[in-house]
């Protein structure tokens, strides 16, 4: 899934969440900017093991490594990443770090609904993917992320 759509879907996840626990006023949660930000970075961070993604762009000098070392869908596709970040939060008591973890856990879904799948119980290479799977950077994918936010939108704001 190309990052729009991760962002996209993300989104539509997060808000509609949102909407669910905090009723109409959803918006005016306390902490919603610094979560929507750790969320945004967990919605980036799995696809930090491609030197070429958005995310990998802007840090080549820990891309490269991770990408050399696990490959793309690698360590960072499995339930071990989102794992990491939340224990890491913990021993640092940092509780944003659950926001993150959301974040990639979304990413993960995501990247779960294209043809490639995650290797979810890596280093097994198993590839875990949905029954039916929406191919990457097609129309498929962007009429998908945006019906999907479209109804978050819906939704949260009772139209
Ligand atoms: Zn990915």
Same mark, same amino acid.
């Given at each position: ?42 919605? !980036? $961070?799995? %696809?930090?093991?491609? *030197? #070429? ?9 820990? =891309? +490269? ?42 990413? !993960? $879904?995501? %990247?779960?609904?294209? *043809? #490639? ?9 198993? =590839? +875990? ?31």
């Amino acid at each position: 899934m190309m990052v729009q759509g991760h962002i996209m879907i993300g989104a539509a996840v997060y808000i509609a969440a949102k909407r669910y626990f905090y009723g109409d006023g959803w918006y005016m949660a306390p902490g919603i900017v610094i979560e929507s930000l750790c969320v945004f970075l967990g919605l !980036l $961070l799995p %696809d930090v093991d491609h *030197p #070429s993604s958005t995310i990998g762009k802007r840090v080549k000098w820990l =891309s +490269y490594p991770v990408w050399a070392f696990f490959g793309h869908r690698g360590i960072t596709h499995s339930f071990i990443f989102p794992l990491l970040i939340v224990f890491a939060g913990h021993y640092y008591n940092i509780a944003l770090m659950q926001w993150v973890a959301l974040g990639v856990i979304l990413h !993960l $879904l995501g %990247d779960f609904l294209t *043809p #490639s799948g995650i290797p979810l119980l890596y280093p097994l290479k198993t =590839s +875990y993917r949905a029954p039916i799977t929406i191919p990457t950077n097609g129309i498929g994918e962007a009429v998908f992320c945006l019906f999907a936010f479209g109804l978050a939108l819906l939704y949260a704001f009772n139209i």
